[in-house]
């Protein structure tokens, strides 16, 4: 049986619904874009995925390309994949965390996945 959306809700605290449909109506400003659930998080796809989101108990771990390192306290991990893709991955615990920064490295990821 195929994963769903849904399922990455169950045994979460309500917020972490809330911090995902931010996130979600944040993007789809940015133009066209499908969730595409898998076993173990949610992809974000334009033409290919452009963010990770995995849900925690009351937080969600946001993975997103960049072209670059992302030089921020707010990247609680980065792996570096080639000379020129970053993986950077961002610890969201609220709403309100979904923010200008956050949204500015998201619409990056979203211009990368073009």
């Not at 998080?41 to 995925?49: E, M, P, V």
């Not at 989101?53 to 306290?73: F, G, H, R, Y």
């Amino acid at each position: 049986m195929e994963p769903t959306v849904e399922q990455h809700f169950d045994g979460k605290s309500p917020h972490v619904r809330e911090i995902y449909d931010t996130v979600l109506a944040a993007c789809g400003e940015f133009g066209y874009l499908a969730e595409d659930p898998k076993k173990t998080s949610i992809h974000l796809n334009r033409n290919s995925a452009f963010a990770g989101v995995k849900t925690q108990v009351n937080s969600l771990v946001l993975t997103l390309k960049s072209a670059e390192d992302i030089p921020s306290e707010r990247i609680s991990n980065r792996l570096q994949a080639s000379a020129r893709r970053w993986y950077c991955y961002v610890k969201v615990s609220s709403a309100e965390e979904v923010d200008g920064e956050l949204l500015a490295w998201l619409k990056n990821s979203y211009d990368l996945s073009g």
